[in-house]
C-alpha cells in the first residue's frame, strides 16, 4: 500500500515565532487532510523574509500540528530551507528515501504557480498534487504577494531556477 505524504511549505512568521495567517491557513488545510498514518513534511527554516526567529519555521508548524493532533510519529524529517526552490532541493533529498508513495504539497493560491514550475523541474521524477489553499491576506499585503509572485516567475521563465 502506498503511504501517503502531504508536504506543506513555509511562509512567514514573526519575530517571537507565532506563525503568520498565511501559515496557519496552509497548515490547517494539512490538518483537514491528515488522518493517522499519513506523513507530514514541512518545510522552511530561516530567510529575513520570512523567519528571523530563534527557531526554523517548520519547527513552529510542526509544533502547531502537533497540537491539533497529528502524531508525532507522523512527520518526516524538516526541510529547513531558505526559499522555495530550496525547499524543493530538501523535499527531493527527504522524499528520496521513500518507496511508493503519493505526494501532496500544500501552499498558497497565491504561490502556486511558481511552486509547479519550481517543482516540476527539481522533482520531476515525483508527480505532485498541488494545492493551491485560498489566500489569507487581502488588500495592499495581497498585491504586494501578487506582484513578487510575477516577478518570480519571470526571472524564472527568463533564466531558470538558479538566478
Not at 40 to 64: M, P, Q
Not at 114 to 132: A, H, M, P, T, Y
Request: with cysteine.
Amino acid at each position: 500500500m502506498k503511504k501517503e505524504v502531504l508536504v506543506v511549505l513555509g511562509s512567514p512568521n514573526s519575530p517571537s515565532g507565532e506563525l503568520s495567517d498565511i501559515s496557519i491557513s496552509r497548515l490547517d488545510y494539512c490538518l483537514d487532510l491528515y488522518s493517522a498514518g499519513k506523513l507530514i513534511l514541512c518545510t522552511g527554516g530561516w530567510g529575513e523574509h520570512f523567519n528571523i526567529s530563534d527557531e526554523a519555521h517548520a519547527v513552529y508548524s510542526k509544533r502547531y500540528l502537533m497540537e491539533n493532533g497529528v502524531s508525532e510519529n507522523d512527520f518526516l524529517d524538516l526541510a529547513l530551507s531558505k526559499n522555495t526552490v530550496d525547499d524543493a532541493i530538501k523535499v527531493k533529498d527527504i522524499l528520496s528515501k521513500l518507496d511508493d508513495y503519493n505526494a501532496t504539497l500544500i501552499t498558497s493560491d497565491f504561490h502556486l504557480e511558481r511552486v509547479k514550475l519550481i517543482f516540476e523541474e527539481i522533482l520531476k521524477d515525483i508527480r505532485f498534487e498541488f494545492l493551491g489553499v485560498p489566500c489569507a491576506v487581502e488588500g495592499d499585503q495581497l498585491e504586494r504577494i501578487i506582484s513578487h509572485e510575477k516577478k518570480a516567475i519571470k526571472l524564472i521563465t527568463e533564466n531558470g531556477l538558479y538566478w
